[in-house]
């Protein structure tokens, strides 16, 4: 494999991944809130979280060999398994490693949740609420096209998204129940039927 592809597939998986785990933040507030719609019932959105979550892992890891094997950054494996340890932008490859040390968490608390307990599980899954921003933060630093215009605005679209799920999320405890805010939302999306413009 040349060192021109593994550059193209480090960084497209990373973005593939920035976007995918975007998406799995996104939908397990929704699920947390028991946001749901007739289209779209509750179990959709935690099988979708969880299927998504899985998916997204395969293009970590992808990230992570490849970025790896890269003779450009020269990371090694102890630099993928160790915080800080990488002789290229020790910083922001750091901060990826502590976000990926998270999502291990992540997923290894999920497959023994059963034994693990509901409490101890969620209180070990709020753990994404830091490993997303680290995640975005390491891609905002070590990436190669951390200032080209695009990338700056799938990092501003990825931040609104889960802003927005946050508050969200937020609003439906303030209101005391999310049929509450879902039935505003819903009054609010409906066509504006014999209303007149003034």
Known sequence: ???QLLWFATRGAGIV???MFTAVVVLGVLNVSR??????PRFLTAGFHRN???LALVFLGLHIVTAVVDPFTALGPAAALIPFASSYRPLWVGLGVIAVDLIVALVVTSLIRARLGQRAWRAIHWLAYAAWPLAIVHGIGSGSDNLAPWMLALDVLCAALVGV???WRLMTVRA???EVLQQVVAEVARPARGRTVR
């Open 1 to 3: 494999m040349s060192d």
């Open 17 to 19: 991944s920035l976007l």
């Open 35 to 40: 946001w749901q719609a007739p289209s779209w």
């Open 52 to 54: 998504l979550s899985l």
């Open 165 to 167: 799920a946050v508050m």
């Open 176 to 178: 005391g129940s999310p």
